[in-house]
């Protein structure tokens, strides 16, 4: 258990649809990473929050959005599904972000599977 | 051209082998190469954590990295059954990690 929990394990939605996929970073983590994993893409980022401030985003589509709150939780937003964005979402936490090695050591949560019907 | 190159198998080998993994990459600026082991449908789990180059050993596992040549492996001793899984390089660009598409392992008893 990495301490990084992810919620729901499950979406099941349809085309056109909008989910928010939820994840809580280990106790004393700042940074929140947000990946997605596909069968043809393999793990790719997709944004990277810091202490509530957004710090490196990836191939993240204008249909994506993420924000980190106070309580250091962060949330994906996905809108106007589309078949293709099927696939399993893993945030990852760290203790910091770049600079010392510790702060690169992600720890990623059981993810979350979306299936868009 | 991908950042990072990784075979991806599937690898099959019997209980007690070793395995070898390995990654090829072609930004010099890499720094930090991490490997990951990911079961089947479950979140990655962090394995092994290298700066620059150089070798590191935990328990069965020795992480190697030759910046020279953008190489990393990934050697596992004496594997066991439990050890079947998709093993993936990462490496850390600003904070963000780029993956290789991962090896499947498959360690038969």
């Known amino acids: 258990d990495s301490g990084v929990t992810q919620t729901p394990k499950h979406l099941i939605t349809a085309t056109g649809q909008r989910v928010t996929l939820r994840c809580s970073p280990r106790?004393?983590?700042?940074?929140v990473y947000w990946y997605q994993q596909s069968l043809d893409q393999g793990l790719q980022f997709l944004i990277q929050?810091?202490?509530?401030?957004?710090?490196a985003k990836g191939n993240i589509l204008e249909r994506f959005s993420a924000q980190q709150f106070p309580d250091l939780h962060s949330e994906l937003n996905l809108s106007s599904l589309e078949l293709g964005d099927s696939a399993l979402y893993f945030c990852?936490?760290?203790?910091?972000?770049?600079?010392?090695?510790?702060?690169?050591?992600?720890?990623f949560g059981p993810g979350t599977r979306l299936t868009v019907l | 051209q991908k950042e990072v190159e990784q075979d991806p198998g599937p690898l099959s080998v019997p209980e007690g082998a070793i395995v070898s993994l390995n990654c090829t990459y072609s930004?010099?600026?890499?720094?930090?190469f991490m490997w990951y082991r990911q079961y089947s449908r479950k979140g990655p789990e962090l394995l092994m954590y290298?700066?620059?180059?150089g070798n590191k050993e935990d328990g069965r596992f020795t992480a190697q990295v030759d910046k020279s040549s953008k190489y990393i492996s990934l050697f596992i001793r004496d594997s066991q059954p439990s050890d079947s899984a998709t093993y993936l390089c990462?490496?850390?660009?600003?904070?963000?990690?780029?993956f290789g598409q991962g090896t499947e392992l498959s360690v038969k008893p």
């Open positions: 990852a936490s760290s203790e910091g972000t770049s600079g010392a090695a510790r702060y690169n050591e992600q720890f």
């Open positions: 106790s004393g983590d700042l940074s």
């Open positions: 929050y810091y202490n509530g401030e957004e710090r």
């Open positions: 930004n010099s600026a890499f720094q930090y």
């Open positions: 290298t700066y620059s180059s």
């Open positions: 990462a490496m850390s660009q600003g904070g963000k990690l780029i």
